[in-house]
């Protein structure tokens, strides 16, 4: 399966503080993705890095990855209440694009 | 643009009767798929389309059924309503470019009780 399972199931830091949160997969993949949802709503689409990258910046956000481990990390530095979401990795292969997604790391960020 | 556009946003269904969930994307883009969410997990993925006329299983297709006439829209039927098929169902697209290194783009959800 392509299934990325995230870790820590759950993450409660102060504002200011960052939070760092796991994606482990199984099978090799072309890219893997980090998606975020609030309360419920449809995901939004983070930060996609592709199986030749290591690491990948986007504003506050910063995304690792090692294809010889299977792993991928998002790191949201300066962390705010508004970060307050789940977030979701998606190991993905080429073909049809088809997203598979783990059980997400919620993420609460206290004012 | 409008993007991801499902309706309805809730419905209510008894057990046992069918009803369609409608799904419609205007980015031209040739994948689609459909997600349930049930509360405190994670998306399963239902089915998805390459493309108009194509669509496949995923995860946990029984007891829904898809159709891609069109590259705009991929309704999802529910054939039968149960109880189990309680959820937040989610409608995706993305684009088939840059060899399938695209993001997907996600409608707001369809909350479905069945009762």
């Known amino acids: 399966s392509q299934q990325g399972e995230e870790d820590p199931q759950a993450l409660s830091i102060q504002e200011g503080e960052n939070a760092t949160m796991n994606c482990s997969y199984k099978?090799?993949?072309?890219?893997l993705q980090w998606y975020r949802q609030n309360s419920g709503r449809g995901l939004v689409h983070l930060i996609l890095?592709?199986?030749?990258?290591r690491e990948k910046h986007s504003g506050r956000l910063r995304v690792t990855l090692d294809t010889s481990k299977k792993s991928s990390s998002l790191l949201i530095t300066a962390s705010r209440a508004a970060d307050t979401a789940s977030y979701f990795c998606?190991?993905?292969?080429?073909?049809?694009?088809?997203?598979?997604f783990g059980g997400g790391t919620r993420v609460l960020v206290k004012p | 643009n409008a993007g991801v556009t499902q309706t309805p946003k809730f419905q209510v269904l008894k057990t046992g009767q069918s009803m369609t969930l409608q799904c419609a994307q205007d980015?031209?883009?040739?994948?689609m798929s459909w997600y349930r969410q049930d509360p405190g997990m994670g998306l399963r993925l239902i089915h998805y389309?390459?493309?108009?006329?194509?669509?496949d299983q995923g995860e946990v297709p029984n007891g829904y059924n898809v159709s891609r006439s069109t590259t705009e829209d991929f309704p999802l039927r529910l054939l039968s309503a149960a109880p189990s098929q309680t959820s937040v169902y989610f409608c995706?697209?993305?684009?088939?470019?840059?060899?399938?290194?695209?993001?997907?783009?996600f409608g707001q959800g369809t909350r479905l009780t069945v009762v």
């Open positions: 995706a697209s993305s684009s088939a470019g840059a060899g399938g290194n695209t993001e997907a783009f």
């Open positions: 890095i592709r199986s030749n990258e």
């Open positions: 099978t090799s993949i072309n890219n």
């Open positions: 998606a190991p993905t292969k080429a073909a049809g694009n088809k997203l598979t």
């Open positions: 980015m031209n883009h040739e994948y």
């Open positions: 389309s390459v493309g108009a006329g194509i669509t």
